[in-house]
């Protein structure tokens, strides 16, 4: 019920947007994060909009990163900016009914998107 696409190679200090879109779910009654999760890592909170538009990010990337949505397209986006190595990760989209930053609080996932920061 979630996509996620946008993943990719890309040198540190580039830019990359990531999608995920909908299906099957009342998308505008949910809110919805990102989440990455490295190798050898636990899966960790990203991003998150809440159904009003609210943001919260991880202290890691705010300044870099941006949640936006799209409610007529039923996607979020994930626009990354100056990036690093460090955010080398397979990228989660996720949704639930309201703006958890606790994985296991999701009822829905994306099967997850690439991203690799060459440094």
């Known amino acids: 019920q979630l996509q996620a696409c946008g993943g990719g190679l890309v040198q540190a200090g580039g830019s990359l947007r990531l999608s995920c879109a909908a299906s099957g779910l009342s998308f505008s009654r949910y809110a919805m994060a990102w989440f990455r999760q490295a190798p050898g890592k636990e899966r960790e909170f990203v991003a998150v909009?809440?159904?009003?538009?609210?943001?919260y990010y991880a202290d890691s990337v705010k300044g870099r990163f941006t949640i936006s949505r799209d409610n007529t397209k039923l996607t979020v986006y994930l626009q990354m900016n100056s990036l690093k190595p460090e955010d080398t990760a397979v990228y989660y989209c996720a949704a639930a009914l309201s703006h958890y930053t606790e994985a296991y609080q999701y009822d829905y996932w994306g099967q997850g998107t690439l991203v690799t920061v060459s440094s």
């Open positions: 909009i809440t159904i009003s538009g609210i943001i």
